[in-house]
């Protein structure tokens, strides 16, 4: 079963030969709310995390990294069901309260945070700051109120595995290993400043367990390395996220059994050690609970040869889905999984580029895709695993196309969470 057959199989069904989206045909939503559309599913959504919470032992944690996707709507799925909520800006930290996060269970990662952000965000009691710089300390003390503190740690050992390394080398993110004692003792120092754990997030779209379980393995081991050397408790560690998704045909989804087999033999090892037997630990993946829970729908507006090759144009593009295009930092550009969703159950077996309508090269979504024989003006293409890093990671603003409705279904039930643009005013805010 090739990766789109599996992924439709998996989350979405077929009626009519259509397909469909929990209990709804995507036709139905599109004559409802437009194309383009994003149309996330809260079943899917509620999966993801129920999954992950089997996976791993009882004593980890789970915040959403909002930054994946930050309509409250979606966030506030993960939060009903008991989840924090995780944020690297302070419009993030609105996002989570807008989606019914408590302040104390909101943490705040980055490493550019500004004054106004860090004073906004312990004014209304955030549950954690983690620091990634000496400037960023020097502020919390200038602020003067009590906040808890964890220090980011950016790692001597280099990821290995991940989409994007984020150890190892000279970052931006975090406090260098070797420094991590020294900024402990500064912040125990302030007056205003609680020292309450360690954070460590070394890559990210990681999809094999060993390497994921094994930068776990290396935070539980610095985390017991430093509790003795500052002779401090760390009352919470950070594992970060990093969980991936599969989204091209050579990946396979990361396995969750692996990832409990190793995970309990790593905590049976090393959880009860002194220094962190009470230690809280968190998880914040953002796009492993959200990817495969939202489709980006468009409509093809022109089907045309040109040579040897078949265009399929529609009114979806880069403008909403910079990542589907490939130009979200690949190297390498491949296609995510695209599907004719008027025509999903018939033969994918025509060779097609799926572009959008934007007039540039880089406007194209599917290079080596395949499409259904009768692929014709009118029929929905859909791009599957978009529910991260799809519209906010996205130039909305280019050419001044109108942004796309936003909609989430939960069973029987679809509703509008961001209203589409239009041609006067094409940005659009969430609804309130």
Known sequence: MDHRARLLDEYFGLLDGEMT???HKISDLAATYGTPLYIYDASILRHRLAILRD????RVDIYFSIKANPNPAVASI??????????ASGAEFLRARDAGCPSSRILFAGPGKTAAELAMVIEHGIGEIHVESDDEITRLIEIGRPVHVAVRVNPLAEASGGAMRMGGQA??????EERVEEVIQRVQEAPNL???GLHMFAGTQILKADVLVGQWRHALELAIRI??????????????GGLGVPYFSNEKPLDLDVVTELSSALFAELGDH???ADTQIVLEPGRFLA???GIYVGRATTVKKSRDKTFVVTDAGMHHHLAASGNLGQVIKRDYPVINVSRAGESHDMAATVVGPLCTPLDTLARKGTMPAQTATGDLIAILQSGAYGLSASPVGFLSQPMPAEVLIDGASHKQIRKPGTYEQPLTGLPR
């Open 78 to 87: 993960f939060v009903t069901e008991g989840a924090g909520v995780e944020i």
């Open 21 to 23: 989206i929990g209990e």
């Open 291 to 293: 990817g495969p829970g």
């Open 227 to 240: 509790s003795e050397s500052v002779g401090l408790p760390i009352a919470q560690l950070d594992l970060g």
């Open 171 to 176: 970052s931006p993110f975090g406090i260098d």
């Open 194 to 196: 609680t020292f309450s």
């Open 55 to 58: 996976a791993v032992p009882d």
């Open 274 to 276: 002194p220094a962190i």
